[in-house]
């Protein structure tokens, strides 16, 4: 099935065709008719499946289609997005989609000057790509005009309510038009998202193109049972067993992703941090290096779990297990993209065994063990109390006092891993 038969105009087909996207992905097939018919849509797809152009090729056209203009301080389309990151890519895209059109994009976003944003919004601009956090700033400082905003999407919609969006996302909704269509896209489908898309959804047409939880098909998954104290060794030996190949390693907290960088870049191999406390400025300058090559390794705590659309990365590696398991999915879901091949190892101290577990149910299944042995009851370290402050990438579940740990288990040697109320109406068109 090619572009036009999923009823795009040739504009349109001839803007991806400047893209280098010659074929649609199974979201793409199964979304954009729907969506082009003006339902709203929920779709349950893993990472890296194309989602942007899922929602995005659809906006675009209804949107060249009404000959209306924004209003002031107005958006036609708007874009809800977890991470800065992730704005900018959504943004990117449909720079391209638009291209030689009359259509304008806009970007919202925390970690840079508001005044450039609202001086933005004041023409008003088509499509609005924006973290629900600084659209409140916006809104509340009388900048943005929500009213005539009849496409809404949601971008990553479980992201947002893991990093506690909620409560943004019920002060934007009242300001939105009834009369509108909406577009919902997760990889996950937790119990708070069935409320979320009953709230905001009018009969939507379901599409999923891979089971809430399920991992991408050409990932190789394993892990290490290692004592903590051993970790950066072992990191170390798998990232040089790759040399050049990029990388990405995950940290839980944003302390431990700014050491973990130094430590690698000390040893050797050049590293760049990115986690929320980094400015605007310095996350894209170690975005730049990181897929420039010119630092083949990025540390990052979970705000990196779904923003980033890098296909160079080739290794994922979770130095820290997340507390919360569906971010598994996400974090590993960072390499093999778009059809490629990738590998993803994680490291497991005594004391993430719990996670594990969780992370295990979550993917129905156990990760092959690349060395060690599964830590049994008895080695399990107590976990310390949490003391507050500092962390990335979502709350510590820990408790009692931290034990000594002490080795590997019995039998495990460093081995690299193998590569590897009211229901809404249709929107309106005009004549």
């Given amino acids: ?48 499946t194309g989602k942007t152009a899922a929602f995005g090729l659809p906006l675009v056209q209804h949107l060249l289609e009404d000959d209306a203009r924004p209003a002031k301080k107005c958006a036609r389309a708007l874009i809800l997005a977890p991470t ?47 973290t629900p956090g600084r659209l409140i700033d916006l809104m509340d400082r009388g900048a943005v005009d929500l009213s005539a905003s009849h496409f809404l999407v949601l971008d990553e919609a479980d992201q947002m309510l893991d990093m506690g969006f909620i409560h943004a996302l019920r002060q934007i909704e009242p300001k939105l038009p ?82 973990l960088a130094k430590q690698l870049t000390r040893a050797g191999i050049e590293a760049v941090a990115v986690h929320g406390n980094r400015s605007q400025g310095q996350r894209m300058r170690a975005l730049e290096a990181f897929s420039s090559g010119d630092a083949p390794v990025m540390v990052a705590t979970d705000v990196a779990a779904r923003g980033l659309d890098i296909p160079v990365v080739k290794h994922v590696y979770n130095y820290d297990l997340p507390n919360v398991p569906e971010t598994y999915v996400h974090r590993i879901g960072r390499t093999a993209r778009a059809g490629r091949e990738g590998a993803a190892i994680s490291l497991c101290a005594p004391d993430e065994m719990g996670e594990l577990k969780d992370i295990e149910k979550v993917i129905r299944g156990q990760i092959p063990v690349a060395s060690g042995r599964r830590w049994s009851p008895s080695q399990e370290e107590a976990k310390p ?47």
């Fill in 1 to 48: 099935m090619d572009f036009d038969m999923l009823g795009l105009k040739p504009r349109l087909i001839d803007a991806l065709g400047a893209m280098g996207i010659k074929d649609p992905t199974p979201i793409q097939k199964q979304a954009i008719p729907p969506a082009l018919e003006g339902r709203d849509v929920m779709g349950l797809a893993q990472t890296g």
């Fill in 84 to 130: 800065r990151e992730l704005v900018n890519q959504i943004a990117e895209s449909l720079d391209g989609f638009i291209r030689g059109s009359h259509l304008r994009v806009a970007r919202v976003v925390g970690g840079v000057g508001i005044n450039p944003q609202i001086h933005k919004m004041q023409r008003g601009v088509d499509l609005l790509v924006a």
């Fill in 178 to 259: 009834r009369d509108r269509q909406t577009l919902l896209f997760s990889a996950t489908m937790p119990k708070d998202m069935e409320k979320l898309a009953a709230a905001y959804l009018d009969q939507p047409v379901r599409v999923q193109v891979a089971t809430s939880g399920q991992t991408a098909d050409k990932i190789e998954q394993s892990i290490h049972f290692i004592a903590k104290a051993e970790k950066p060794a072992l990191l170390e030996e798998l990232l040089r067993a790759h040399p050049g190949e990029a990388a990405l390693v995950f940290s839980r907290t944003k302390h431990g992703a700014d050491r």
């Fill in 385 to 431: 109390k949490r003391t507050g402050g500092g962390g990335g990438g979502g709350g510590n579940r820990r408790r009692g006092a931290q034990g000594s740990g002490g080795g590997r288990p019995q039998g495990a040697k460093p081995q690299g891993a193998k590569p590897g109320g009211n229901r809404r109406r249709r929107p309106r068109k005009s004549a």
